[in-house]
């Protein structure tokens, strides 16, 4: 009986230990993918939005925004942005990677962030949806919402 309580403490012990390495690993991994998702979004949105050029939202979109948006679409947007002005602040993004697994898919490593800007006519509140695809982040959604627009409708 003494040796069963033994064994089954041995196996306990391993399980935690494996169990604690596993949640380190991920731990380890989300720190990192937190920091590479931030510094994509904080190259991106400035890039972007210093002179509103859909040319650098395209090259930083996912196949699926690229298939979901229309050049049309795309044109009508950049065309309100451009009502904001010129970027006169970027104050930099929060938000955080997220790793899925599922049958389905496998693993599938997103992230979400959300940023604030001053613009010449006024301020901007920014929305970005990455996927990571071959290790690299792209734009899944991208928002922008700010009180000029309501104000440019209401003109």
């Known amino acids: 009986m003494k040796k069963a309580f033994v064994i089954g403490g041995v196996v306990l ?8 390495s596993i949640i380190g690993y991920w731990a380890y991994c989300g ?6 998702s931030r510094a994509f979004v904080d190259e991106a949105i400035p890039a972007i939005a210093t002179g509103w050029s859909p040319h650098e939202l395209v090259k930083r979109e996912s196949p699926s925004f690229f298939k979901a948006t229309s050049d049309d679409q795309l044109v009508k947007l950049f065309v309100a942005f451009r009502k904001l002005g010129a970027l006169k602040t970027y104050r930099g ?4 990677a997220t790793i899925n697994v599922t049958a389905d898919s496998g693993k599938v490593v997103t992230a979400t962030y959300v940023a604030h800007a001053s613009f010449e006519n006024g301020e901007a509140e920014f929305k970005l949806f990455l996927i990571q695809l071959d290790g690299r982040w792209k734009i899944q959604g991208f928002h922008v919402d700010s009180p000029v627009f309501a104000r440019a409708k209401a003109i």
């Open 31 to 36: 720190t990192a993918l937190d920091r590479s």
């Open 93 to 96: 993004s929060k938000g955080e």
């Open 13 to 20: 012990v391993g399980l935690l230990a494996i169990a604690g």
